[in-house]
């Protein structure tokens, strides 16, 4: 078993005994991952980020915490978050403020049906305002999920459809409007259909383009405070991360 495969295994071992030991779930996302880019997922339930996880080339995801981990491809990691509500519950918005402040991920993704985002968005754009109180300086993009299902439906080239475009155009606009009125900013709007692939890669490109992992020395220190603080060793126990070649491996390779 290699060092990367021990650490797993050990930090999987950790999770499992406190899965809601928020360092634990980190460290074990961590190791499982690599420490690339992280980028943080959000939105109400069914809003089609899963969809767009595997479109954007995430495998199976897994699941620490709060999160539900994939590697994306080489530097980015994406991690999707419980959704906003549930029944038209709020409680766990609280929850996902507090993993934002903690994981403190390179980006944020905002998606929303495109179908309902000039109906009752005002309670997502306030969900997502809390989060992005809590990390005002991270870039966030939205997306306007599932835009096949706009009118007109049924047609044999939806993509090539002058009435479809102007419709799929027409709710990314009205959604950055109604995050302008509600004093919020967005990086870009993209419009896609994961299902299809449609639109995805100009959202993976700005994604690849814009985030970066975090330096290998700046990487060293945070994991080896999470290890720590995870209860896996103590100021006078050597860590992983205490050998730079082993460090650019865990940030380089996934198990």
């Known amino acids: 078993m290699n060092d990367r495969a021990r650490w797993s295994a050990l930090a999987d071992e950790a999770s499992a005994r406190a899965p809601e030991d928020s360092d634990r779930a980190l460290l074990a996302a961590t190791l499982r991952w690599g420490r690339g880019a992280r980028v943080a997922l959000l939105g109400r339930a069914r809003s089609g980020r899963t ?21 994306l491809g080489a530097g980015l990691v994406a991690a999707k978050l419980p959704g906003f509500r549930a029944a038209g519950a709020t409680g766990l918005v609280p929850r996902v403020v507090a993993w934002v402040r903690h994981a403190a991920p390179e980006g944020l993704v905002f998606c929303v049906p495109a179908s309902e985002v000039d109906a009752g968005i005002d309670d997502d754009l306030d969900d997502l305002a809390r989060v992005l109180d809590a990390a005002p300086r991270t870039p966030c993009w939205a997306v306007a999920t599932r835009v096949g299902e706009l009118a007109p439906p049924d047609i044999d080239a939806p993509f090539e459809d002058v009435h479809k475009l102007g419709a799929i155009a027409h709710s990314g606009e009205l959604l950055a409007a109604h995050a302008a009125r509600k004093g919020l900013g967005f990086v870009g709007v993209y419009p896609v259909e994961a299902a299809s692939g449609w639109g995805v890669d100009a959202l993976g490109e700005a994604l690849w383009s814009r985030l970066r992992e975090p330096p290998v020395a700046a990487a060293s220190v945070e994991l080896r405070a999470l290890w720590r603080r995870a209860g896996l060793g103590d100021a006078e126990t050597p860590t992983p991360w205490d050998d730079p070649a082993r460090m650019k491996r865990l940030a380089a390779v996934a198990v």
């Open 51 to 71: 969809t767009l996880v595997r479109a954007l080339g995430g495998g199976a995801p897994r699941r620490y915490g709060d999160a539900a981990w994939s590697r």
